[in-house]
Each structure stands twice: as C-alpha cells, then as structure tokens.
C-alpha cells in the first residue's frame, strides 16, 4: 500500500509539472517583437502563438531554425548560398527545400499561406517577397536578418544575438537560443582572458570583387567580430582599397573572404594575396598569417557566427588553437 501511494503521489507531480510547464508555454503569448520592413523603417508584430507555416529565404534563416530544432514549423526553403552543416542536413530535408529558385515571387508565396516569412531585407522587394505592412495586414507576420536592414546602421554581433533571442522568444524556444547566444560570448571572453596584456593585432579584412579590394570596416559584421575579439582594424572605415594602399597599411594579419560558390575557390582567394608579387612585402604574407573565411560566417551569420569568431579568433591568435 505505502509503494502504491508514492507511485500515484510521484504520477501526480509529474501531471502537476506538465501542466504547469504548459501553461508556462501558453501564456509566454501574445509576444511583440521588433523588426523592419523594406525601407529599414522599424517594425512591430505580434504573434499569438509560434508560427506553424513558416518560410525561409536565405542561409542563415533555414539554419537559425533548424539549430533551434523549428524545422518542422517550415514549409518551404529558399536561397542556400552554400550547403549546410553536416549535422543540419537531416533538418534541411525537413524543410522542403526549393533548389530550382533562389528566391520565391510574391505569387508563390502567396499560394503556400504562410504565417510567417523569414528572411534578408533586400528580398522584401516587390519583384521578390513583397513588402512587410501587405503582408502583415493579411495575417502574415514577417521578420528580417536585422544586419541586412536598410537603416544605414552598424552591422555588429549585437544585432545577431537579437535576431536569435527573437526567434526564440518567437517559437517559445528562447533557452535554447540564449544558450547559442551565451557559447558566441564566451568564445569572445576567453580569447580576450587568455590574451589579455599582449599587443592588439593589425588587421585587414578585403574581399576581391573583379579589379577592385573591398575592405570591411568598422561598421561591418566582420570588423565587429574583430574589434570584438581586441584586434584592430588597420582601415576602419569601410572602403575599397588599391594594391597600393593595403600594402601602406601593412596590416599583421589579413582575412580574404570567400563566398563557397566552388570547391577550389577558397585556395583561389588565397592565391590572390599569397601568389601577387605586389603584396611580397606584406607583413602578413612573410609570417604566414593570411587566412581566408567564408562570407556566410561573417555577413548575416546568425547561427553561423561562432565559425566567424572562431577564424577570426584563430587568425588573431594562432596559439590559442
């Protein structure tokens, strides 16, 4: 008798947590969060429940869900610049994954219903998604990478850590978004903690763009991670440079950044600073302290953002790794 009355008092806690934990889920909505829209201008939406139709368009929108384990709240997804982690795959093939299209018109999805749409600003076009105020009047929430907002403002880890709270306070998964969020913080805090007292690192990250150097500055997701990580932008505003100048700039160390459109195109990069008898004299290329990094860890990386600190960190600091 005494063994059948702690088996039901031990059934009747476990009812007692489950109800609880559902009411907790249940009354964490409505949730209003804030985003843009298409011109940059800031935005509000409410959602009383999480989202169960969603569409995603571009990299960092299908892998923030599926790192947030939401890939069965997806309908259809858009937009792979590259493919996704090998441990994200089984969530990909969830998600209904369109590769005969970048991007989705307004027409299609419009037909697919969705309840909300996650994605970069610039695809809030009329030629692409549409803007946010239509679809938000007829029941469609949406949300954009706050980076690729057209506001004119800084580009900063910052603002990658917003998106995943949002996202998570969003679906009622916000525990596991700050746990992201937190493994990020600590990546950075440790690098400073065990480099504390040296010299601040000169740095340059370019991308080749045909002829031209494009340098990412200060106001870049890139140069944040940097200045993040104590190093110092040799350039930081954020301009196109000649061989010339990156040369007077003599920068410690230098990230080329690459988009993996190719399996070859990361050692050609590479190649571009490392093989050019214009940049012989390059602190950077005598000590071998060229490196290169993937624009998906740098621009718009949510997720992806621990990649980006972590190169960068490693390039900075090579004897932490």
């Known amino acids: 008798m005494k063994n059948l009355k702690n088996i039901l008092s031990l059934i009747l806690a476990m009812m007692m947590a489950l109800s609880v934990a559902a009411f907790a889920e249940e009354s964490s909505y409505p949730v209003t969060i804030s985003t843009y829209d298409y011109e940059g201008n800031a935005l509000e939406t409410t959602y009383e429940k999480a989202p169960e139709k969603v569409i995603c368009v571009y990299q960092g929108t299908i892998e923030t869900m599926i790192a947030l384990g939401l890939e069965d709240h997806v309908i259809a997804s858009y937009g792979l610049d590259n493919p996704v982690k090998a441990e994200w795959e089984e969530g990909l093939s969830k ?4 590769e005969d299209v970048f991007a989705p018109d307004k027409e299609t999805v419009t037909m697919l219903e969705p309840d909300l749409i996650f994605s970069w600003g610039s695809l809030f076009s009329e030629k692409n998604l549409g803007n946010m ?3 938000i009047a007829n029941g469609t929430n949406t949300y954009i990478s706050s980076n690729t907002a057209r506001n004119g403002g800084n580009r900063t880890l910052e603002n990658e850590y917003i998106d995943l709270i949002n996202i998570g306070k969003i679906f009622g998964v916000e525990d596991k978004a700050q746990a992201i969020v937190d493994e990020m913080k600590n990546e950075i805090a440790n690098a400073l903690a ?12 370019i991308e080749f763009m045909g002829d031209s150097i494009w340098n990412y500055g200060a106001s870049s997701l890139g140069g944040d991670m ?3 990580l104590g190093g110092t932008l040799v350039s930081p505003d954020g301009s196109e440079l000649g061989k010339e100048d990156l040369v007077a700039l003599d920068p410690d160390v230098i990230f080329v950044v690459y988009m993996a459109k190719t399996e070859t195109v990361e050692a050609e990069k590479m190649a571009m600073v490392m093989e050019d008898p214009a940049f012989a004299d ?3 290329v005598k000590s071998g302290r060229v490196h290169t990094i993937m624009l998906g860890d ?3 990386s949510t997720v992806r953002s621990i990649d980006g600190i972590r190169t960068f960190a490693a390039g900075m600091y090579p004897e932490l790794y």
């Open 298 to 300: 740098m621009y718009a």
């Open 282 to 284: 390059l602190s950077a």
């Open 226 to 228: 940097v200045t993040a």
């Open 194 to 205: 065990q480099t504390e007292g040296q010299e601040s690192p000169t740095v340059a990250v």
């Open 95 to 98: 998600m209904n994954y369109n």
């Open 133 to 135: 105020p239509e679809w």
